[in-house]
């Protein structure tokens, strides 16, 4: 299975949206809250180069946000990044 990684903070509605999408993929992920957490909000910048949650990683690899993995999904992608091993 893959290795997801995906920053978050409470009240995210694209947050939700995206945890949502690999729920039912049955995907475990790794979530990080950086709402209160400078330095784990600063890792995610500096790892992304974007400031906006959520920040989504796949077996390493940056995927964007809620709209790319939407977009990956739609696209037939997603299932066949998640098999990978991480």
């Not at 946000?65 to 739609?74: K, P, V």
């Amino acid at each position: 299975m893959a290795k997801i990684e995906i920053y978050t903070t409470p009240f995210c509605g694209y947050c939700a949206r995206a945890k949502g999408l690999l729920d039912s993929k049955g995907a475990a992920y790794d979530e990080t809250d950086v709402m209160m957490d400078d330095k784990k909000r600063t890792e995610m910048r500096e790892r992304a180069k974007r400031s906006t949650v959520p920040q989504i990683f796949i077996n390493g690899q940056h995927i964007g946000g809620s709209d790319e993995l939407a977009a990956l999904e739609q696209a037939g992608k997603l299932d066949a990044l998640l098999a990978q091993q991480g």
